[in-house]
């Protein structure tokens, strides 16, 4: 008879697109992490590669060429953004609970260990604390202690934290796998990419437990908002978007669909309480996300009257004009 195997209790998905040196190091700090735990304790190393041209698949063979630990797969087609690329990610996984992680991220040499502390208590969502680290290399711990609890009602964990901060940093999101639905992935997806990943992941979770780990099991780099930027600039001008529509018009959209869908009010998701890292201070703001949405907005506005900040179509400044008032009206 044949042994039955027992799946793992965790899986790492890395997501990762032509970054082979970066990804390496992540893979190299995972294995150490790996190798503390009791040999009862199964996790599986998965990193899914999104059709990269460069060396990844050679680098990762040649790291666990002794261990075979590491799963290496490929995206059936290139996923055009990162919140893509991990949503079709989690399929590939089999352990019960899914740890999406970073590619660049630091996870901490007791990660592995603590986590499944954590798991131990059984929650359907996990959000991790970490440890930020800025671009002048100073480093604090993201959310309080205040911040980290139970909730019996996953959706009052994003209520608590909000949907642009805390709850879209990748590496801070581990979930019972089984309950992950691409479906209502693809749905959001399809309103607002930016952003998507968090909100549905609330529709998906909400009316399961959750729970935050205080202790930070990984060092997340803050890019400057200047790197951002250029990141959104090139994707949305392929869809003659302007570079706020994720932060504003986006957005709403998405927790407008998230209220219909599942029965939150529209005014108690914008409400949402954040804990922001604001760029331009490189200080913890705590806002709304009424407030982001608002403060976009008004930067949205600036744009469109300074040649130097934005420049549009005729057709395009008058759609982008006429959403920023309705967006005014909508988040008043």
Not at 180 to 193: M, N, R
Not at 245 to 252: A, M, V
Not at 261 to 286: C, F, H, P, Y
Request: glycine share 4%.
């Amino acid at each position: 008879m044949h042994k039955a195997v027992i799946p793992p209790i965790l899986t790492v998905v890395i997501p990762t697109r032509n970054r082979a040196d970066v990804l390496c190091e992540t893979v190299k700090r995972f294995q150490a992490a790996r190798a503390r735990l009791l040999k009862t304790e199964l996790v599986e190393l998965l990193v899914v590669d999104n059709c990269s041209s460069d060396n990844t698949y050679d680098a990762v063979r040649s790291l666990d060429e002794a261990e075979k630990i590491v799963t290496y797969k490929k995206q059936a087609t290139l996923r055009e953004t990162a919140e893509s690329s991990m949503a079709h990610a989690v399929g590939m996984a089999k352990g019960e609970y899914v740890w999406v992680f970073g590619d660049d991220d630091i996870p901490h040499e007791d990660s592995l260990g603590l986590l499944i502390r954590g798991l131990k208590e059984g929650k359907d969502f996990y959000l991790i604390n970490c440890d930020v680290r800025l671009p002048n290399k100073s480093t604090f711990r993201y959310l309080p202690k205040e911040k980290c609890k139970s909730y019996s009602h996953a959706r009052n964990l994003w209520l608590d934290l909000g949907f642009v901060s805390a709850t879209t940093t990748m590496s801070s999101l581990c979930f019972r796998r089984s309950m992950f639905d691409l479906s209502v992935f693809e749905q959001y997806a399809g309103i607002s990419e930016i952003y998507s990943h968090s909100v549905s992941l609330f529709v998906m979770f909400q009316q399961g437990t959750a729970s935050v780990i205080s202790e930070p099991l990984f060092t997340y780099s803050q890019n400057t908002s200047e790197e951002e930027r250029g990141r959104f600039n090139r994707y949305f001008d392929k869809k003659s978007l302007s570079v706020f529509f994720p932060f504003t018009l986006g957005l709403l959209r998405l927790l407008y669909r998230a209220s219909s869908s599942t029965g939150v009010r529209i005014q108690d998701l914008l409400n949402a309480r954040e804990s922001e890292i604001r760029k331009d201070t490189w200080q913890m703001g705590e806002s709304t996300t009424r407030e982001f949405i608002e403060r976009f907005c008004k930067d949205f506005k600036k744009s469109l009257g300074d040649p130097a900040r934005g420049v549009y179509k005729k057709t395009v400044w008058v759609k982008c004009l006429i959403e920023t008032l309705a967006i005014d009206y909508f988040v008043s």
